[in-house]
């Protein structure tokens, strides 16, 4: 009798929780932390890379200390993320990454940027990046700003684009990329030049009334069946100004679906964010973690809050 009892309570309360007149049990932070972290492919390179990034400009610009940058990125990567992102320009990030990477290449993802105009500075940018990152390639180098760049001669013999196919022959690099937040038909440009493999537009629930990365440039990455790593997701911090240490310009309570939507973007395969602590990485992981698309009217609120911030942003990231 008892063991039937127990049998019929059991369904009973399953039907219960079914019909929403029991409360489920809601995951502890450890328990969504714990679960695996989802990848994505990078679209025509094939590559797996887990759908949060690690952005390693705020840690670069304000200089912290190798301590710092092992326990941020040491975190970052035990909870799954691969993708690493960094640049030649980001002060003391490549030289803070190196002995990460020495001790944990295998399974990275490592992305980072040109500096300079021409073939040759391109080509020393790569091999200064070699030495720094203590690794003999990494995987995509990006057109540091395409913004910046004239497009109209990106395929001239001594451009950066040539320094960086080069690069590529020497087996420096696997992939090329195009990053860029202004002057947003330049990587529209590239990507349609055929010789980019990922752009790296920035794409936020904000930025999208103003600069419109989304609907300017995403058709066209997918059409080529490009990358699509988004930045800027949290719209960066005021005047670029790392060294002072500020939250980003998104409100913290939309801070989760701001990196819902961009997740949530057709073609995008992961959200690069700029971390400075546990904390933070913690969150944003949580978020990949149990990703869902935003609902209808999640989308619709998160849609009318970035229209009212857009107006204060205005073009905070340079022409557009």
């Not at 980019?196 to 999208?208: E, G």
Request: aromatic share 6%; hydrophobic share 40%.
């Amino acid at each position: 009798m008892s063991n039937e009892m127990s049998r019929r309570d059991l369904v009973l309360s399953g039907v219960a929780v079914a019909a929403g007149l029991m409360p489920t049990s809601v995951p502890s932070e450890q328990d969504v932390l714990r679960r695996p972290m989802p990848m994505r492919t990078l679209g025509r390179t094939g590559a797996r890379v887990s759908i949060i990034g690690f952005g390693s400009a705020p840690l670069g610009h304000s200089f912290q200390t190798q301590e710092v940058f092992d326990r941020v990125v040491g975190e970052a990567l035990d909870l799954g993320i691969n993708y690493l992102d960094t640049a030649t320009t980001y002060d003391v990030a490549q030289e803070r990454l190196g002995p990460i990477v020495t001790k944990r290449r295998r399974g990275l993802f490592i992305a980072t940027k040109t500096r300079g105009r021409t073939k040759d500075q391109a080509l020393k940018t790569v091999e200064e990046s070699l030495r720094l990152l203590q690794t003999d390639h990494v995987d995509l180098v990006h057109l540091h700003n395409i913004g910046d760049l004239d497009v109209e001669r990106l395929l001239d013999e001594d451009s950066p684009l040539r320094g960086l196919q080069e690069a590529r022959r020497r087996g420096w690099l696997r992939f090329i990329g195009a990053s860029g937040h202004q002057r947003v038909e330049k990587m529209a440009a590239a990507a349609k030049t055929g010789a980019i493999d990922v752009i790296m537009p920035a794409l936020n629930f904000v930025d999208q009334h103003t600069y419109a990365y989304d609907a300017r440039v995403l058709p066209e990455a997918r059409k080529r069946r490009l990358g699509i790593v988004a930045m800027k997701v949290l719209g960066g911090v005021p005047n670029f100004n790392y060294r002072v240490p500020v939250p980003c310009l998104a409100p913290r309570e939309h801070v989760d679906n701001a990196i819902r939507y961009a997740l949530g973007l057709p073609g995008v395969c992961a959200a690069v964010i700029g971390f400075t602590s546990v904390e933070q990485v913690r969150q944003a992981v949580q978020v990949a973690k149990s990703f869902k698309p935003l609902s209808s009217e999640e989308a619709g609120e998160l849609t009318a809050a970035g229209k009212r911030l857009s107006e204060s942003w205005a073009q905070h990231m340079g022409p557009v």
